[in-house]
C-alpha cells in the first residue's frame, strides 16, 4: 500500500508533499516527516518497537531482531567518533561471504521499495536503503559496521577510493592522448592540407 509522504527542510523547515532531496525554497536537505509513528519490520511485517541501542533509539523488529535506523543516527552510529569511544567496540573485524541476491524490501516508512549495497563498498555488510526515510539493518549488521569502523575499515575505504580514482585518471590520460593523436593524424591526411600543399 503506497503511503503519501511529507518531507520538511532541515534549514528553513519548509513541508511539502511527497519526497524530494533539496529543499525547493533554500535548497537544503530535506527529511521525511512522520504522520504515524507506526512502523512495521521491512522483512516480515511485524510492528516495530523503541530499542534503547547505547544513548539512541531505534526502532526494533520482536520477531527477527532487525533495526531501523533514521539517517542522521546511522551517521553518527557508523562514525570513527562515536565507535573509538564505545569500549564495547570489536577492532577484530571478520569480513562474511556477501549473501545471496534477494528481493528487495520495502521502506518501513514510505513502503517504497529501498536500494541494497555493500557499505563503504568493501565492509561485506549489504544494508538497504530508503534515500528518504533510513536504513534497515538485520540482526547483528549494526555490529558489523560498528566492529568494521573499529578496525579502520573507513580509512581503507577511502584508500580503496583514491586507488580507483587514479585509475579512472590513468584510463582518462590514455584517451587524451588517443585522441590528440587521431587529431595530428586526422590533419596531416586533410584533403585540404594535401590540396594545398604545393602553395
Known sequence: ?????????????????????????????MK???????????????PLEIHQYNKYQLDRCTNCEGL??????FTVLTSEFDVYRDETSDPNYIKKPTPKAEA???????????????FKAISGVIIDSCIHCGIWLDKGELKQIRSFV?????????????????????????????LEMMEKMLNKFSPKRIFFRGF
Not at 528487495?104 to 555493500?118: D, Q
Not at 584508500?159 to 584510463?171: W, Y
Request: proline residues 4%.
Open 1 to 29: 500500500m503506497f503511503i503519501m509522504s511529507k518531507s520538511q527542510c532541515t534549514g528553513c523547515s519548509h513541508i511539502i508533499n511527497g519526497s524530494v532531496r533539496h529543499c525547493p525554497m533554500c535548497g537544503s536537505t
Open 68 to 73: 531501523w535506523v533514521e539517517p542522521e543516527k
Open 150 to 178: 573499529a578496525s579502520g575499515g573507513l580509512d581503507k575505504a577511502q584508500d580503496r577510493n583514491i586507488e580507483r580514482n587514479k585509475d579512472n585518471i590513468d584510463v582518462l590520460n590514455d584517451r587524451v592522448s588517443d
Open 32 to 46: 521525511i516527516v512522520r504522520e504515524s509513528n507506526e512502523r512495521n519490520c521491512p522483512r516480515c511485517r511485524h
Open 104 to 118: 528487495y524490501l520495502p521502506c518501513a516508512c514510505c513502503e517504497k521499495l529501498m536500494t541494497r549495497k555493500n
